[in-house]
T-cell receptor
């Protein structure tokens, strides 16, 4: 049964730093992996979707990587800004879960001005 | 392009009362999802529709929860009777991806339910 873990649960860094958020999953037979952002009291916004055949995806200052063999994905945020403060969630779709997304609990990111 | 619309944004009810949430997905999106998100946790899928057919409702507590998507567009999620543990945010999402595979999801802002 697929399980998704995000560690740490919370992270605080000064503005301007580059940072990495981690996501690990137990079953490497995935269909795709998605990273989302959630602002307080809001819904989720899709950031990046990586298909099983891909190793990374980039959008602006964000870069997501995928290593199926080790069951890991990272979200790299370059030159962090206070507006990046939010909770970041990863979710994995796999045949094991009947293609439904299995979610991590998220990492709450605070960027200090 | 209009996003996913949900209402109401907030609802407070007593236990054993009923409540209904409404969702209007992005125009043209065949697939619609209802998720339940408890504070501090990732979302949990309740039901997935493709057009007006149910793809997956395996985690929907069918003794108290019901959902429909008439005409393959808008959807309603109903809880009757509500329990304290139903306090959560109910998120609606849509996707253009047909079939069982999950593509990019677009979420509404959610409906926050408090059961007293």
């Amino acid at each position: 049964k697929q399980e998704v873990t995000q560690i740490p649960a919370a992270l605080s860094v000064p503005e301007g730093e580059n940072l990495v958020l981690n996501c690990s999953f137990t079953d490497s037979a995935i269909y795709n992996l998605q990273w989302f952002r959630q602002d307080p009291g809001k819904g989720l916004t899709s950031l990046l979707l990586i298909q099983s055949s891909q190793r990374e995806q980039t959008s602006g200052r964000l870069n997501a990587s995928l290593d199926k063999s080790s069951g890991r994905s990272t979200l790299y945020i370059a030159a962090s800004q206070p507006g990046d403060s939010a909770t970041y969630l990863c979710a994995v779709s796999s045949l094991d879960s009947n293609y439904q997304l299995i979610w991590g609990a998220g990492t709450k990111l605070i960027i200090k001005p | 392009e209009a996003g996913v619309a949900q209402s109401p944004r907030y609802k407070i009810i007593e236990k054993r009362q009923s409540v209904a949430f409404w969702c209007n997905p992005i125009s043209g999106h065949a697939t619609l999802y209802w998720y339940q998100q408890i504070l501090g946790q990732g979302p949990k899928l309740l039901i997935q529709f493709q057009n007006n057919g149910v793809v997956d409702d395996s985690q929907l507590p069918k003794d108290r929860f019901s959902a429909e998507r008439l005409k393959g567009v808008d959807s309603t999620l109903k809880i009757q009777p509500a329990k304290l543990e139903d306090s959560a945010v109910y998120l609606c999402a849509s996707s253009w991806t047909p079939g069982r595979e999950t593509g990019e999801l677009f979420f509404g802002e959610g409906s926050r339910l408090t059961v007293l």
